[in-house]
């Protein structure tokens, strides 16, 4: 199989039966895809999240419309599923008769909206004469037992045969050595078909999403985003990481593993040539981006010895590891007075983890024994990327342009070709469009 291609489609690629039909030429037109991995249909993710967490009383209506999206979408490409979409939703009668939904019913829950357009684009292939066949990914991609933000057993998937022939299977999710469904985390079905990639030693994993490539802003916040025709792979790692939704951070891994390069494109604009990633020297030309990752939380924790500061970070860290909690971003105070600041991605700890530092006690209080820990929410992070950020007074410059807003945070230093900067959520886009407007002003004086 190593002239395999592995091809993604995210979930507005699989919500119309327009959409669905430029699936169905694409994978015609190229015969090397050998493996099509599915997002849900738009929104339904968010559906079933939600209906994990009501109260009882409104479970029925959401499960009511998660069965109504797919059967409407099934009749209207005129595919016989009525049965098999029923009998999928079934499942969601398992959360009716429970008060309370933890993280493992909710990945068995959240699951079903990947198996649901499984089961839709092989049935639509098929009807169109493309032979494809479904592979439950809970076959091949064994994870840990981390509900909601699982990791994959690499061993057990590189032992895994893949049937010949055109699969269709689903991303994001995954299952324990025990069979118990996980899922990867929201957007981890680029991860999932970036998995697979590897472990056929594929010659391409192409991305299809709504918008044909990588752009130096959101396309659908900016209207002078540009569309940035190729990139490094740690340079769309950073640019991920920091909130561009084209591509989940964790996919780039396994590519620079099996050195696959990846592919931005459009479901809607296929014949456009998109982003290409791969291993490129992005020193010959300026990158420059600006990035927006919403649900930020602000977390200082502010030591309440004055000696002994080596055990202050050592017991925070210790806390945040044993929880799960993820922390990328940090600045400290002087000693005297010890504080530390932390950004917490909170879409970052899983489906049905909104929270951790409102809605667990248990981290709080162990936190709270040595430290006072404030928290701030209704933040943004929004990430200016630029290779050529060193030079020229580009940091007093970027700040300048933002004088008028309050600023939580800023963290720069680490790497010479990003800032990154804490606003209020409801400033985040004028932020944004006025620093990516400055880049744009600074390229265009130094052509």
Same mark, same amino acid.
């Not at 990328?328 to 002087?334: E, H």
């Not at 404030?374 to 933040?379: A, D, I, K, R």
């Given at each position: 199989m190593?002239?395999a &291609? ?11 039966p @327009?959409?669905?039909?430029?699936? *169905?030429?694409? /994978?015609?037109?190229?015969k ?16 079933? @999240? ?11 209506s959401? *499960? ?12 209207? !490409?005129?595919?016989?599923?009525e ?8 499942? =969601?009668?398992?959360?009716h008769?429970?008060? /309370? ?5 909710t ?20 009807? #169109? ?17 981390n509900?909601?933000? *699982?990791s ?7 032992s ?5 022939g055109?699969?269709?299977? #689903? ?5 324990? +050595?025990?069979?118990n ?5 929201r ?13 056929i ?8 999403t709504?918008v044909?490539g ?8 900016? #209207? ?6 190729? !990139? ?16 989940h951070?964790a996919?780039?891994?396994p ?5 696959i390069?990846?592919?931005?494109? +459009?479901?809607?604009e ?6 290409s &990633? ?10 420059k ?5 919403k649900?930020? !939380? ?7 010895? /004055? =000696? ?37 991605n909170i ?20 936190? #709270? ?5 404030t ?7 929004? +990430?200016?990327?630029?290779n050529?950020?060193?030079v020229?007074?580009? &940091?007093?410059?970027? =700040?300048?342009?933002?004088d +008028? ?11 010479d070709?990003v ?29």
């Amino acid at each position: 199989m190593s002239k395999a &291609i592995v091809a993604k489609f995210g979930g507005t690629s699989v919500a119309t039966p @327009v959409s669905i039909e430029k699936i *169905a030429k694409i /994978v015609s037109d190229n015969k090397r895809i050998k493996f099509v991995v599915v997002s849900a249909v738009s929104g339904v993710t968010n559906l079933l @999240v939600k209906l994990c967490q009501v109260e009882l009383a409104l479970r029925s209506s959401i *499960a009511k419309e998660v069965l109504n999206i797919h059967l409407k979408l099934s009749m209207e !490409l005129n595919l016989d599923l009525e049965f098999p979409i029923r009998e999928l939703i079934k499942r =969601l009668d398992e959360v009716h008769c429970m008060s /309370v939904t933890d993280s493992k019913m909710t990945d068995y829950i959240v699951s079903l909206g990947e198996d649901l357009s499984c089961l839709i684009i092989t049935a639509y292939l098929n009807q #169109q004469g493309i032979e494809a066949k479904y592979l439950d990914a809970r076959e091949f991609l064994i994870t840990d037992d981390n509900y909601g933000n *699982a990791s994959p057993d690499l061993v057990k998937i590189k032992s895994y045969e893949f049937p010949e022939g055109l699969c269709v299977t #689903q991303g994001f999710v995954g299952a324990t +050595s025990s069979g118990n469904t996980t899922t990867l985390g929201r957007g981890g079905s680029d991860y999932s078909a970036a998995l697979i990639a590897e472990r056929i030693n594929g010659s391409e994993l192409l991305i299809y999403t709504d918008v044909p490539g990588v752009y130096t802003i959101d396309p659908n916040i900016c #209207q002078s985003a540009m569309l940035i025709p190729r !990139l490094d792979f740690h340079t769309m790692a950073r640019m991920a990481n920091l909130g561009a939704k084209v591509l989940h951070p964790a996919t780039i891994e396994p590519c620079i593993r099996a050195r696959i390069p990846v592919r931005i494109m +459009s479901t809607f604009e296929p014949d456009e040539p998109g982003t290409s &990633i791969g291993f490129y020297n992005n020193e010959d030309y300026r990158i420059k981006s600006v990035a927006i990752r919403k649900n930020q !939380l602000l977390v200082t924790i502010k030591n309440l010895k /004055v =000696l002994n500061t080596y055990n202050f970070f050592l017991n925070t860290f210790n806390i945040f590891m044993k929880y799960k909690v993820g922390v990328d971003l940090c600045t400290t105070t002087d000693l005297s007075d010890l504080h530390i600041s932390f950004v917490v991605n909170i879409l970052d700890t899983g489906a049905d983890k909104l929270n951790q530092f409102i809605q667990n006690k248990e981290l709080l209080d162990e936190l #709270q024994r040595f430290a006072e820990v404030t928290v701030e929410g209704n933040l943004t992070l929004v +990430s200016v990327i630029d290779n050529r950020l060193a030079v020229n007074n580009s &940091i007093q410059n970027v =700040l300048a342009k933002i004088d +008028s807003y309050k600023i939580r945070f800023v963290c720069y230093g680490a790497s010479d070709s990003v800032i990154n900067i804490l606003v209020a959520e409801n400033h985040a886009v004028d932020i944004a469009k006025s620093l990516h407007n400055y880049l744009l002003e600074i390229e265009s004086c130094n052509v």
